[in-house]
């Protein structure tokens, strides 16, 4: 049974597609985290993150140890930016070469709507007033 209706795990999808790489953070054994680029290899209908790993990279133990994960994409171009908080587990399929899934517990993402021109003068109003700038973007999170 998915965890998110096909329309969230539609707009996840639509927001990495162009993204090949996420930071995908996990938690040592002293609770320090750890980023590292990783290839997202796809999202499937039940709001499950996949990547292909080595079994013997050694933040597979963070993995063991610390599910809770963290996987953020950016697309800069697009002005699109996007966290998913999740379960990582591994799954294996040959000795080396495993699955990892992420199971998406939280998703939150960022769009900005207007142009940078438009973003520029917005930061400058803001400036000038004292006031936190409005209307820089549209911010989502789909939480279970």
Request: glycine share 4%; hydrophobic share 40%; net charge negative.
């Amino acid at each position: 049974m998915p965890l998110y209706s096909q329309d969230q795990i539609n707009a996840i999808a639509a927001r990495i597609k162009d993204v090949r790489f996420g930071m995908f953070t996990t938690l040592g054994d002293d609770y320090v985290p750890s980023s590292r680029p990783l290839a997202a290899q796809r999202i499937d209908n039940e709001g499950n993150l996949w990547f292909l790993v080595s079994d013997e990279a050694p933040f597979v133990e963070d993995v063991r140890q610390h599910p809770d994960v963290n996987v953020s994409f950016a697309n800069p171009e697009q002005q699109i930016y996007l966290s998913l908080t999740g379960l990582a587990y591994l799954v294996r399929d040959s000795p080396h070469p495993t699955m990892l899934r992420v199971k998406i517990q939280t998703a939150e993402y960022w769009d900005a709507s207007t142009s940078k021109m438009q973003q520029l003068v917005l930061l400058a109003r803001s400036a000038l007033s004292g006031r936190a700038p409005v209307e820089m973007g549209r911010h989502t999170t789909i939480c279970l």
